[in-house]
């Protein structure tokens, strides 16, 4: 389903908050589809985009699949204070079990759902490793930094 994880800094009383949105692959595609595993760099363009505009990432989330009305999604989501991030809409439809349900839920709940909409970076050799390396040694101590 997914994970959720309270994202580092950000200040309080802040306008606009973003729950930036990345998608859950399988090491096992990081050569066929490097983008969709490097979760971090999805993570990575959502709190770009966000301050770009002065916004706060509040939280982070890693899902696939997710439906539209599960509890982790909206968990201390407000009205008109929240917003839904995505790198892009074929993050978002892996991320979610259904891309149209989610985005009308988000209409019903008066939430705006937003992709960050730049190109994917391309992934040399070297990047991959570094990606293949992170998720491949998080018990040893290794985060990728």
């Known amino acids: 389903m997914g994970e959720v994880r309270q994202a580092r800094g950000g ?3 802040t ?3 973003v729950t930036a949105i990345a998608t859950l692959t399988p ?21 770009r985009w966000a301050a770009e505009r002065g916004y706060v990432v509040a939280r982070e989330l890693l899902l696939h699949g997710l439906p539209c009305d599960h509890g982790a999604l909206w968990d201390g989501v407000r009205p008109g204070v929240d917003v839904f991030v995505a790198p892009s809409r074929r993050v978002l439809e892996r991320a979610v079990a259904s891309v149209e349900d989610f985005t009308a839920e988000c209409a019903r709940r008066g939430v705006r759902v937003e992709t960050v909409g730049a190109d994917e970076p391309s992934y040399d050799a070297q990047m991959k490793a570094r990606v293949h390396r992170r998720l491949s ?3 040893a101590g290794y985060d990728g930094r």
């Not at 066929?32 to 490097?38: A, I, Q, R, T």
């Open 15 to 17: 306008a606009v908050r």
């Open 27 to 47: 090491l096992e595609k990081l050569h066929e589809d490097p983008f969709l595993v490097d979760s971090r760099g999805q993570h990575a363009m959502c709190a």
């Open 137 to 139: 040694l998080p018990t």
């Open 11 to 13: 200040a309080a009383g």
